[in-house]
């Protein structure tokens, strides 16, 4: 009798899930999903891999995926450990015939399947594509030869009219081999991981749950329902709300979304509504993904050196207090902190506000943007190794770009995209005292008023942010 060992990792879903149908060929199919503790550790940037946030919506995600498989006939087995110590084990007691699973980019996968392999010794391991948009089969060159600058990546990609055709979930599933029903437990509580409980803080972005329902209900009401995505052009630089952007990102890094569901769906509500500057601005963003994954493939390690893909000495190398002051959200720079804050407290920030942060850390407070992309990785639900890290490197100007870096003024930013100050004064409850008009600029206060506000003084006011000083325009 065939047995498969499906072994999920950030593709927790059924639907389009072609690791999924391959081994559901079989008479028996195992489906595993493996908690590596040692992502809850300290890393060497000083972070943690899965942080609170990002560990409360894989539980759920979790939870869900068994539910939508038992709803099939099969079960998930959630064990903890590491990969390749896990999985050997159950393929010797559970006689498996083969380990299936999706092919992966980022260099830490590739050499946990490589060990892996080694460890499974006779049991052949089945690496399916399945997670970005195009498989390399489907690229319009070879891998090698595509853009290395997004401009040129996007004109090559933006016309491709691919037809995306997403697998269907199958109705029903192989059962798990009998030996394995006793193998069964809930997966494990964010307190089994020690990691407490998140406090809940209101919501200024989404109200995020873990889950392939939840990801589908979310798309639905985007394209179809409230049609969010026919204004994303224009709002897609606001700070607070549900809908300012499609909020789509926390599920396709977790997998409960097939990017090529989304884009396929994108196609039949352009076909039936008709294609405007928002949808089209949606596949560009998509496309961003896209381009920042086949950078990881084509660049590997590179991407997370220090002087990124260019191998330059001149990105900062210092991390000192200021890098803790950024983490705390507490800089003195309004815009900075209150964006961090929301970080910490919901996992989550807008494309914006990631912009203005990533910046502010590198340009202005010239620390390491690797510690950066580290504190990112263990807050951000929608943490992705090749859209983190690519961003950051953008930002940095240490991309392929020849922009030698994205410097973006922090004060202009918070006049532009947040005028009325409303951001700032939903996560920064010190400065609800001030009037309105002085809530980007509490720095122009003296000491002693900043102490009362128990608000951090800026050391330096750069010469760029003078025209956007209370008065300045006058
Ligand atoms: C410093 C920095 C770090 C980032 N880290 C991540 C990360 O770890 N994971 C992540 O998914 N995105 C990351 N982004 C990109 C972007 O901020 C988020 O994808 C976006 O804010 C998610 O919200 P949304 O789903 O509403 O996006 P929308 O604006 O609705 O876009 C739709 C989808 O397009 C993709 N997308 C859009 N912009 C980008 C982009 N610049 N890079 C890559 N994909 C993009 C995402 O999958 C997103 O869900 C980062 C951006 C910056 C500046």
């Known amino acids: 009798m065939r047995r498969s060992l499906l072994w999920f990792k950030h593709d927790l879903r059924l ?98 399947i490589a060990r892996l392999r080694a460890k499974l010794g006779q049991v052949p391991l089945r690496l399916v594509p399945g997670h970005g948009l195009l498989q390399a089969s489907e690229l319009p060159c070879p891998v090698e030869q595509l853009p290395a600058v997004y401009r040129d990546f996007c004109a090559v990609m933006e016309e491709r009219l691919v037809v995306f055709q997403p697998l269907a979930a199958p109705e029903r599933l192989p059962a ?106 949606l596949w560009r963003a998509v496309l961003w993904r896209e381009f920042f994954r086949w950078t990881l493939v084509r660049r590997g390690e590179a991407l997370f050196q220090a002087g990124g893909l260019k191998a330059t000495q001149q990105a900062p190398t210092a991390v000192d207090e200021r890098f803790l002051q950024w983490t705390q959200g507490r800089t003195g720079m309004p815009l900075v902190d209150a964006c961090m804050r929301e970080l910490a407290a919901t996992g989550f920030i807008s494309k914006r506000g990631r912009q203005v942060v990533a910046s502010y850390l590198v340009n202005e407070l010239r620390q390491d943007w690797r510690h950066g992309a580290a504190w990112f990785e263990e807050h951000l639900l929608d943490y992705e190794a090749a859209s983190n890290w690519g961003n950051w490197a953008y930002l940095t100007g240490i991309a392929c770009d020849p922009v030698r870096s994205q410097t973006l003024n922090p004060l202009l930013q918070a006049r532009r995209f947040d005028p009325e100050a409303a951001y700032v004064s939903l996560w920064l409850s010190e400065l609800r005292a001030l009037p309105v008009a002085m809530r980007h600029t509490p720095f122009v ?27 300045a325009a006058a």
């Open 445 to 471: 206060l003296s000491h002693l008023q900043l102490n009362a506000l128990n608000y951090p003084r800026l050391e330096h006011v750069p010469e760029s942010w003078q025209p956007y000083l209370p008065g």
């Open 15 to 112: 639907d389009d899930h072609p690791a999924l149908i391959a081994a559901a060929s079989s008479e028996r199919m195992l489906p595993v999903y493996v908690l590596d503790p040692k992502l809850l550790q300290q890393g060497q940037l000083g972070a943690r891999a899965l942080g609170v946030h990002r560990a409360r919506f894989l539980l759920e995600s979790l939870l869900a995926l068994d539910g939508a498989l038992r709803a099939r006939g099969s079960h998930l087995l959630v064990v903890q450990g590491q990969p390749e110590h896990i999985l050997p084990l159950l393929a010797e007691r559970l006689d498996i015939s083969e380990v299936v699973t999706h092919e992966e980019i980022a260099p830490q996968a590739l050499s946990e």
């Open 176 to 281: 798990i081999p009998e030996a394995a029903v006793e193998l069964l437990m809930p997966p494990p509580t964010l307190s089994h991981l020690g990691l407490g409980e998140p406090i809940h803080i209101a919501d200024s972005a989404f109200p995020f749950s873990g889950g392939e329902a939840a990801a589908q209900g979310r798309l639905r009401d985007y394209l179809w329902d409230s049609q969010g995505v026919r204004q994303y052009a224009s709002a897609r630089d606001s700070l607070i709300g549900t809908e300012y952007s499609s909020k789509l990102s926390p599920w396709l890094a977790n997998g409960c979304l097939s990017v090529r569901r989304v884009v396929a769906d994108l196609r039949r509500h352009e076909a039936q509504y008709g294609r405007n500057e928002s949808t089209q601005e």
